[in-house]
């Protein structure tokens, strides 16, 4: 344990003595964190930032309004107990293993009416690097739900850790105030997102990761006021781009005569309430519909379909021209989920997860902002968890990763963004994370032997965690 802590020691050594080089670099001008929900633009930059003039120069494109930017971002992690994964930790999940977690191209035509007239437009989004195993979607970068009953077993992947995924292909029609987007883009709930410009912290809360990533159908968003815009829409249900309902063949349903069993279509809807000085928004969204549970290991074991439903809350304070407060409450669940009777007095087979989180970011001037986050996640019958996840995304897998964490999960982070120019920026922080679980059991989300032999988890309730990425756009 001694070797382990000596190495965080000399990381973070590392860290301040390179944000110590960067100090005597320009300054720029900065924001306060933006509200993430938006169906008007995927490029907006992240809390402090300014988007800069994109490097990439197509000017055929151009001429019809298409714009081409893009970023890389990189970062080193690292957990106290030296596991090689962090525990249920996402997207930066690997420890002590440099991660180009984003090698990121967008093309993009965004829709201006000005509430008169017809427009257009559309965008299409490729990753590659680490995070692109989180960001895909049944029938296009990923597998079938027949093939593995997994939602995100990755079907362009490069190795273990890396791959290419296309997380967004839509087009945009608008007129006046009414905007409907068709195709596959990011879920317009909660508060962080995939692309790592929109987000403070290089890790992510356990929220954003069992929430859907991605969305396939029309989603319509319609803005009768400055102050309220009202979103709808129908979609293929969670990660999902093309994968029907598997009535017969490997992990077949076995409750057909449930309502809806054959079909995968789900609603998406809520409204964002915005103050007249816009400095403060909330946020309600929800989407139900009806998804899979698989109810055995083997395919012949079949799988229940019931419904799934997500409400998630967001709401931001803008407080003074240093200050930002976010708070997000999620809550959720999924009917025949495959569980056992009796989950804490619950309908049998009801599966409930929900969660609260808060961000407060205070800006010291125009390079520095500080950052904290807390977060309470309740998985209230194990049915999400699976540690280490990218053992679970792979194919042919033998079962190196561990599930059925039923309980409270907590976390803790600390962080700072620093931008020393308009393409930069250096996101270092510490976390802390701990799991109190419903009864005493042998299964830990953190420490050794997470991924390491077939059903294997680790062996503590917690862990610190260090990191630090970096980002340029370009």
């Not at 933006?34 to 001429?63: C, I, Y």
Request: with cysteine; hydrophobic share 40%; aromatic share 14%.
């Amino acid at each position: 344990m001694a070797e382990y802590r000596s190495r965080l020691g000399a990381a973070l050594l590392l860290l301040m003595m390179l944000t110590g080089v960067l100090i005597a670099s320009p300054p720029l001008s900065a924001q306060p964190p933006t509200d993430a929900l938006s169906l008007e633009s995927s490029a907006r930059p992240g809390p402090g930032s300014v988007l800069p003039d994109p490097l990439l120069d197509f000017p055929a494109l151009e001429r019809r309004g298409f714009s081409t930017f893009g970023w890389i971002e990189a970062g080193l992690g690292a957990n106290n107990w030296g596991s090689p994964f962090n525990g249920p930790v996402v997207l930066a999940d690997r420890s002590w293993q440099g991660q180009v977690n984003q090698l990121y191209f967008a093309t993009e035509r965004t829709t201006e009416t000005d509430g008169d007239g017809w427009d257009w437009g559309g965008r299409v989004d490729l990753l590659m690097g680490t995070d692109y195993v989180f960001t895909t979607a049944r029938g296009l970068d990923a597998h079938l739900y027949p093939e593995y009953a997994i939602e995100n077993v990755a079907s362009w992947a490069f190795s273990k850790d890396y791959g290419l995924a296309m997380p967004q292909l839509y087009g945009d029609v608008a007129y006046n105030d009414i905007t409907i987007r068709l195709g596959h883009c990011y879920c317009i709930t909660g508060y962080e997102t995939v692309p790592a410009v929109t987000n403070f912290f290089y890790t992510h809360v356990y929220s954003m990761m069992y929430q859907p990533f991605t969305l396939t159908g029309a989603i319509g968003s319609w803005k009768p006021a400055d102050t309220l815009t009202v979103y709808a829409g129908i979609h293929d249900g969670w990660n999902n781009f093309s994968d029907p309902m598997p009535l017969q063949g490997p992990w077949a349903i076995v409750n057909q005569s449930y309502p809806g069993a054959a079909s995968t279509a789900a609603f998406i809807g809520g409204a964002v309430f915005k103050s007249e000085d816009g400095e403060q928004s909330l946020a309600v969204i929800g989407t139900s519909g009806n998804e899979l549970s698989p109810l055995g290991n083997l395919p012949t074991d079949g799988s229940l379909v019931g419904n799934r439903t997500l409400v998630s809350t967001v709401y931001t304070n803008t407080l003074t021209d240093r200050l930002t407060y976010v708070i997000q409450g999620d809550t959720a669940w999924q009917f025949n989920s495959a569980l056992p009777a009796g989950n804490l007095g619950q309908q049998p087979g009801l599966a409930q997860w929900y969660s609260f989180a808060q961000w407060v970011f205070w800006k010291f001037n125009d390079r520095w902002t500080g950052g904290v986050r807390l977060e309470y996640f309740r998985d209230n019958n194990g049915y999400l968890f699976y540690v280490p996840f990218r053992n679970v995304a792979q194919a042919n897998n033998p079962g190196y990763y561990a599930s059925g964490f039923a309980g409270n999960f907590w976390d803790l982070t600390w962080g700072l963004n620093y931008r020393p120019s308009r393409r930069w920026v250096l996101r270092p922080e510490l976390r802390y994370d701990w799991f109190s679980p419903n009864t005493d059991v042998t299964a830990r989300p953190y420490g050794r032997g997470l991924g390491q032999g077939i059903g294997t988890s680790g062996d503590r309730l917690g862990q610190f965690y260090a990191g630090c990425d970096a980002i340029f756009q370009f």
